[in-house]
């Protein structure tokens, strides 16, 4: 049966076990396009609005062709803020078209478009990675946070990543909140969908009443 944490977390996997780029239709690897589009969910994700819209919103960006930084930045800005309406991202639209144009011409820039060479520019230093993600424009903390979040399956030095919001969910599942502690619960695989999951607990309290009463039943596995 294992114990309460373990029955806790595989019930809370089984219900709410995926992130947020899988919901994207991203498979992430560490290769330059998917990464860049982890980047665009991760400052949609980090506005006040519901995550299923910003999902949306980054699959509708795709749809439309803009799923690298030079494509983005030759998108035109109407083109953006089309594309962000029709997944129904509306409130934040014409802001987030310029960031996005704005962010995609600064990739390009230092990077040639490539994240890995912001990894590289870190040098393994996960403080560093942060600092550089920051400089992104419409990507402050919380976007760092889920951008991190999601990339430490492929990304080794910032594993593990549990941010506040993962704490929060932790807490109301009555999991330890450390991200080390969090870390020793699951494989590092699964340390993605695990901090998926935490956050989603946190931003809808029923998931935690749901999920401990799976696992007091047993119903975990």
């Given at each position: ?10 019930a809370?996997?089984?219900?709410y076990g995926r992130?947020y780029a899988?919901e994207?239709g ?5 290769t330059p396009q998917?990464l860049?589009r982890?980047?665009v ?6 506005a006040r609005i519901?995550?299923s819209v910003?999902?949306?919103?980054a699959?509708?960006l ?6 690298d930084p030079?494509?983005?930045a030759?998108?035109?800005?109407q083109?953006?803020v089309?594309?962000?309406?029709e997944?129904?991202?509306?409130r934040?639209d014409e802001?987030?078209a310029t ?6 011409q600064l990739?390009l ?12 520019e870190?040098?393994?230093?996960p403080g560093?990675?942060r600092?550089?993600?920051r ?6 903390p919380?976007g760092?946070a ?10 080794p ?11 929060e ?7 330890p909140s450390a ?9 590092r695989a699964?340390a993605p969908?695990f901090a998926?999951a ?7 309290k ?5 999920v401990?009463?799976a696992?007091?039943?047993g119903k975990?596995d």
């Amino acid at each position: 049966m294992g114990t309460g944490n373990e029955r806790t977390v595989a019930a809370l996997l089984r219900r709410y076990g995926r992130t947020y780029a899988e919901e994207a239709g991203i498979r992430l690897r560490d290769t330059p396009q998917p990464l860049y589009r982890l980047l665009v969910l991760a400052c949609l994700l980090s506005a006040r609005i519901r995550a299923s819209v910003a999902v949306e919103a980054a699959r509708c960006l795709a749809a439309a062709g803009m799923k690298d930084p030079r494509r983005m930045a030759g998108a035109t800005w109407q083109q953006r803020v089309d594309a962000l309406g029709e997944g129904g991202y509306r409130r934040y639209d014409e802001r987030t078209a310029t960031q996005l144009g704005d962010g995609a011409q600064l990739l390009l820039d230092r990077y040639g478009g490539d994240i890995r060479r912001m990894r590289e520019e870190a040098d393994g230093d996960p403080g560093q990675l942060r600092k550089l993600l920051r400089e992104l424009p419409g990507l402050g903390p919380a976007g760092v946070a889920i951008f991190l979040r999601e990339v430490q399956g492929v990304w080794p030095e910032v594993h593990p990543c549990f941010d506040g919001k993962a704490a929060e969910g932790a807490a109301l599942l009555g999991l330890p909140s450390a991200p080390g502690a969090l870390a020793r619960l699951v494989g590092r695989a699964d340390a993605p969908a695990f901090a998926a999951a935490l956050v989603r607990a946190a931003l809808d309290k029923e998931i935690a009443g749901e999920v401990k009463e799976a696992a007091r039943a047993g119903k975990g596995d």
